[in-house]
T-cell receptor, first 115, second 114 residues
Framework: AQSVTQPDIHITVSEGASLELRCNYS??????LFWYVQSPGQGLQLLLK????DTLVQGIKGFEAEFKRSQSSFNLRKPSVHWSDAAEYFC?????????????WGLGTSLAVNP | DAGVTQSPTHLIKTRGQQVTLRCSPK?????VSWYQQALGQGPQFIFQ???????QRGNFPDRFSGHQFPNYSSELNVNALLLGDSALYLC?????????????FGDGTRLSIL
C-alpha cells in the first residue's frame, strides 16, 4: 500500500543551526512529492515540490529537499533555522502520477526552535 | 488574488447534530478537495469535486457528503455527528489538467463536538 513515513515526530533545534526533516515513501511509480508547513491554527502552505528532473529542489523560506530514488526518500533541509520556522511539517505524495487527486500524507514532524 | 477561503473558522456542535462547512476555491481553480485533520495527525482525504461531481472518495462513511456549485465553491456536510468527528477540516483547491500542480489550502474550519 502507498504510504508516507516521517520518522521524527518532534525535533528541537537551536536558532541558526541546520535542519533536516526525513520523509520516506512507499510507492511504485514515479512519485510526485510535496512538503507543506502548517503553523498553529493555520492551513497548509506549500514549501516545495518534486516531479522530475534535478533531484535537488529549492523552495520558499530558504528550504530545499533532495529526492533519492534508491532510498525512497525526500528529505527537507535548511542551512540555518530561524525562530519563525517553528511549525508542523508534512510530507505528502500524489499517488496518481500528478493527476491531482488525493494526497497521501505523513503524520508530520513538529519543529521547535530554541533561541 | 484571493486564496482558498473557508467558513466558519470555528464551530461547536453536539452529538447527533448536522453541520455544513463552506469553501471558496482560489481564483482560477476548478477542483475542490476536502481533508479531515485530527489533532496530532496528518490530513486524511475525504473526497474531491470537479464539475459538480464527486471525482474520488476516501475511506469516510456516507455521513460525510458534499456538493460543488457552478461557481466551483463547495460544501461539506456531516450528519449524525460523533465525538470522533472533532477535527480541523481543510479545503484545498487546484486546477484539473495541470499535471502535478499543488493543491492550495485554506486555513480550515475547527469543528468541536460536545
Amino acid at each position: 500500500a502507498q504510504s508516507v513515513t516521517q520518522p521524527d515526530i518532534h525535533i528541537t533545534v537551536s536558532e541558526g543551526a541546520s535542519l533536516e526533516l526525513r520523509c520516506n515513501y512507499s510507492y511504485g511509480a514515479t512519485p510526485y512529492l510535496f512538503w507543506y508547513v502548517q503553523s498553529p491554527g493555520q492551513g497548509l502552505q506549500l514549501l516545495l515540490k518534486y516531479f522530475s528532473g534535478d533531484t535537488l529542489v529549492q523552495g520558499i523560506k530558504g528550504f530545499e529537499a533532495e529526492f533519492k530514488r534508491s532510498q525512497s526518500s525526500f528529505n527537507l533541509r535548511k542551512p540555518s533555522v530561524h525562530w519563525s520556522d517553528a511549525a508542523e511539517y508534512f510530507c505528502a505524495v500524489d499517488p496518481n502520477a500528478g493527476n491531482n487527486r488525493k494526497l497521501i500524507w505523513g503524520l508530520g514532524t513538529s519543529l521547535a526552535v530554541n533561541p | 488574488d484571493a486564496g482558498v477561503t473557508q467558513s466558519p473558522t470555528h464551530l461547536i456542535k453536539t452529538r447527533g447534530q448536522q453541520v455544513t462547512l463552506r469553501c471558496s476555491p482560489k481564483s482560477g481553480h476548478d477542483t475542490v478537495s476536502w481533508y479531515q485533520q485530527a489533532l496530532g495527525q496528518g490530513p486524511q482525504f475525504i473526497f474531491q469535486y470537479y464539475e459538480e461531481e464527486e471525482r474520488q472518495r476516501g475511506n469516510f462513511p456516507d455521513r460525510f457528503s458534499g456538493h460543488q456549485f457552478p461557481n466551483y465553491s463547495s460544501e461539506l456536510n456531516v450528519n449524525a455527528l460523533l465525538l470522533g468527528d472533532s477535527a480541523l477540516y481543510l479545503c484545498a483547491s487546484s486546477l484539473l489538467g495541470e499535471l502535478g500542480q499543488p493543491q492550495h489550502f485554506g486555513d480550515g474550519t475547527r469543528l468541536s463536538i460536545l
